[in-house]
């Protein structure tokens, strides 16, 4: 891979930030860039970006934003800042995991088939990560697959995305455009994902190139995990499925009352994960006030998908 850029988003993880970029650091083959997006930390991040800018081990560019965007709005603009830097593939991934040694090469040797990718990773445990899932249009939710997907061939076919490690690579990016800050968090790395899956195949492969760091309370359901979460990730699970059925809407792939069953469904699976892992119900008026805000995003007639980003500029002889 060519030009191949990290773009990291971070948020007042200073010490899990260090962990990863000196996982990059251990690489044999490492990226040409890492693109460091702060979403305005109160922590010492900067310090951390100082020194390993100052190590030299990779080149870092670095941008701290004004206010917190969200991770949606930090891979927005880490995207933004990486295909206005040249790059060629994309490898995208938030701050609390860690690269496996040999990440690239395992990556790589998928690049001449697909364009868009997602590597297999490991939990803080060392366990197989637990995601493989399919994002069903008429009910507008992504839904787990069963079964060894691996069984028969090294890559399964997905239609949805994950920013602990989705490579995708720059001429789809721009394409597609940029990661919707709108999201702010949740359900934007998933549709990015559907997006790309609109133009080419995007897979999931057979390579473990990622290790999660940060430990996460989960229930183990068998074909399903359900992970620990928060009121504010409750919100936005629920406020975001407007920008989801817009999205639909967009492609003409929206079914309103499929939709509607799965807004159910997505409200009794987070009302579920209340129950089994934290153990209350004290969230569920985040869900409520987040469907209400769904409501006005999905009846705004002037919503547009993101736009495709323009290519730089054809070089003129002199």
Known sequence: MEKLFAVVVTYNRADLLQNLLESFSRLGTRPDRIVVVDNASSDHTPDVIARA?????????????????????????????????????LWLMDDDVEV??????????????????????????????????????????????????????????????????????????????LPDPRFFITW??????????????????NAFVIKKVRAQRQVDLGVRHLNDSSDLSRRYVMRNRG??????????????????????????????????????IRGAGALWNGWRESRAILADRNWQPMPPVPGPAPHKEG
């Not at 399919?134 to 994950?162: A, I, K, Q, Y």
């Not at 934007?188 to 492969?205: K, M």
Request: glycine share 12%; charged share 20%; net charge neutral.
């Open 53 to 89: 800018t100052a190590s030299g081990a990779v080149p870092i560019q670095y941008e701290r934003l004004s206010a917190n965007a969200g991770g949606s709005g930090g891979f927005s603009r880490g995207v933004e800042l990486a295909l206005a830097a040249g790059a060629e593939w």
């Open 100 to 177: 496996l040694p040999g990440a690239v090469e395992a990556l790589d040797k998928f690049t001449p088939d697909y364009s868009c990718m997602i590597g297999r990773r490991y939990d803080a445990a060392g366990k197989p990560f637990f995601w493989q899932h399919h994002f069903v249009e008429s009910l507008g939710v992504f839904l787990p697959v069963s079964g060894d997907v691996f069984g028969t061939s090294e890559v399964f076919r997905t239609n949805v995305g994950n920013f602990e490690g989705m490579l995708i690579k720059a001429s789809l990016a721009r394409t597609i455009g």
């Open 188 to 205: 934007d790395d998933l549709i990015y994902g559907w997006l790309a899956a609109q133009q080419t195949p995007v897979v999931y492969v």
């Open 243 to 280: 920008h989801v059925a817009q999205y639909l809407r967009a492609y003409g792939k929206f079914n309103r009352l499929g939709f509607g069953a799965g807004t159910a469904l997505t409200y009794l699976k987070e009302v579920a994960r209340l129950v089994l892992v934290e153990r209350s």
